[in-house]
Protein backbone atom coordinates (compact mmCIF):
# COMPACT_ATOMS: atom_id res chain seq x y z
CA UNK A 1 0.00 0.00 0.00
CA UNK A 2 2.82 2.35 0.88
CA UNK A 3 4.82 1.19 -2.25
CA UNK A 4 1.58 2.11 -4.48
CA UNK A 5 1.16 5.77 -2.51
CA UNK A 6 4.83 6.49 -3.34
CA UNK A 7 4.08 5.55 -7.02
CA UNK A 8 1.30 7.64 -7.41
CA UNK A 9 2.69 10.59 -5.46
CA UNK A 10 6.27 10.38 -8.07
CA UNK A 11 3.67 9.83 -11.10
CA UNK A 12 1.95 12.64 -10.04
CA UNK A 13 4.98 15.10 -9.04
CA UNK A 14 5.95 13.73 -13.00
CA UNK A 15 2.94 15.12 -14.55
CA UNK A 16 3.01 18.12 -12.51
CA UNK A 17 7.04 18.90 -13.80
CA UNK A 18 5.78 17.78 -17.17
CA UNK A 19 3.02 20.65 -17.07
CA UNK A 20 4.95 23.38 -16.38
CA UNK A 21 7.60 22.76 -18.81
CA UNK A 22 5.03 22.52 -21.42
CA UNK A 23 3.67 25.62 -20.05
CA UNK A 24 6.97 27.64 -20.33
CA UNK A 25 7.23 26.45 -23.68
CA UNK A 26 4.30 27.40 -25.08
CA UNK A 27 4.58 30.55 -23.32
CA UNK A 28 7.34 31.51 -25.32
CA UNK A 29 5.79 30.20 -28.58
CA UNK A 30 2.42 32.40 -27.85
CA UNK A 31 5.00 35.43 -27.12
CA UNK A 32 7.07 34.90 -30.13
CA UNK A 33 4.18 33.74 -33.01
CA UNK A 34 1.05 35.02 -31.61
CA UNK A 35 -0.82 31.80 -31.09
CA UNK A 36 -4.34 33.18 -31.08
CA UNK A 37 -6.31 32.63 -27.79
CA UNK A 38 -8.77 30.26 -28.68
CA UNK A 39 -5.93 28.01 -29.16
CA UNK A 40 -4.55 28.35 -25.90
CA UNK A 41 -7.39 26.56 -24.09
CA UNK A 42 -7.57 22.97 -26.16
CA UNK A 43 -3.41 23.27 -26.00
CA UNK A 44 -2.91 22.98 -22.43
CA UNK A 45 -5.72 20.20 -22.01
CA UNK A 46 -3.06 18.51 -24.32
CA UNK A 47 -0.32 18.93 -22.49
CA UNK A 48 -2.08 18.18 -19.54
CA UNK A 49 -3.35 15.00 -21.05
CA UNK A 50 0.28 14.31 -22.15
CA UNK A 51 1.98 14.93 -18.90
CA UNK A 52 -0.42 12.40 -17.28
CA UNK A 53 0.62 9.46 -19.93
CA UNK A 54 4.17 10.31 -19.85
CA UNK A 55 4.25 10.47 -15.93
CA UNK A 56 1.95 7.36 -15.73
CA UNK A 57 4.38 5.15 -18.06
CA UNK A 58 7.33 6.48 -15.95
CA UNK A 59 6.29 5.31 -12.26
CA UNK A 60 3.16 3.27 -12.56
CA UNK A 61 4.61 -0.05 -11.53
CA UNK A 62 2.96 -3.72 -10.19
CA UNK A 63 -0.83 -4.73 -10.11
CA UNK A 64 -3.80 -2.77 -9.73
CA UNK A 65 -3.13 -0.58 -12.83
CA UNK A 66 -6.32 0.75 -13.19
CA UNK A 67 -7.17 1.18 -9.67
CA UNK A 68 -3.19 3.27 -9.35
CA UNK A 69 -3.82 5.13 -13.16
CA UNK A 70 -7.30 6.63 -12.15
CA UNK A 71 -6.19 8.09 -8.73
CA UNK A 72 -2.99 9.25 -9.77
CA UNK A 73 -4.62 10.89 -13.23
CA UNK A 74 -7.27 12.82 -10.31
CA UNK A 75 -4.49 13.60 -7.74
CA UNK A 76 -2.57 15.12 -11.53
CA UNK A 77 -5.27 17.22 -12.25
CA UNK A 78 -6.03 18.63 -8.86
CA UNK A 79 -2.24 19.15 -8.39
CA UNK A 80 -1.78 21.00 -11.20
CA UNK A 81 -5.13 23.34 -10.96
CA UNK A 82 -3.98 24.28 -7.69
CA UNK A 83 -0.77 25.16 -8.60
CA UNK A 84 -1.47 27.48 -11.33
CA UNK A 85 -4.72 29.17 -9.41
CA UNK A 86 -2.50 29.54 -6.85
CA UNK A 87 -0.10 31.50 -9.75
CA UNK A 88 -3.15 32.90 -10.99
CA UNK A 89 -4.30 33.74 -7.73
CA UNK A 90 -7.77 33.00 -8.54
CA UNK A 91 -9.79 29.55 -7.54
CA UNK A 92 -12.58 28.90 -9.58
CA UNK A 93 -14.61 25.48 -9.07
CA UNK A 94 -17.15 24.91 -12.22
CA UNK A 95 -17.98 22.51 -15.05
CA UNK A 96 -14.67 22.98 -16.75
CA UNK A 97 -12.48 21.61 -13.43
CA UNK A 98 -15.06 18.77 -12.84
CA UNK A 99 -14.23 17.86 -16.25
CA UNK A 100 -10.82 17.95 -16.33
CA UNK A 101 -10.56 15.42 -13.18
CA UNK A 102 -13.15 13.55 -15.10
CA UNK A 103 -10.81 12.99 -18.37
CA UNK A 104 -7.38 13.01 -15.70
CA UNK A 105 -9.22 9.97 -14.32
CA UNK A 106 -10.17 8.30 -17.86
CA UNK A 107 -6.34 8.87 -18.68
CA UNK A 108 -4.53 7.85 -15.97
CA UNK A 109 -6.87 4.73 -15.62
CA UNK A 110 -5.49 3.84 -19.48
CA UNK A 111 -2.08 4.34 -18.71
CA UNK A 112 -1.89 2.58 -15.15
CA UNK A 113 -3.05 0.00 -17.33
CA UNK A 114 -0.52 -0.06 -20.13
CA UNK A 115 1.98 0.34 -17.52
CA UNK A 116 1.35 -2.22 -15.49
CA UNK A 117 1.71 -4.77 -18.47
CA UNK A 118 4.29 -3.54 -20.27
CA UNK A 119 6.70 -5.04 -20.74
CA UNK A 120 10.33 -3.87 -19.09
CA UNK A 121 13.76 -4.23 -21.62
Do not use: H
Not at 5 to 34: P, R
Amino acid sequence: MIKDMFQIGKATFASVIFVLAYSLIFAGIISLFGVPSPAIKPVNQIFKILSVVFGGLLFIRGERGLLKGVVFGISAVIQTWLLFSTIACSFSFGWTLLLEIIIGAFAGGIVGVIAVNARRA
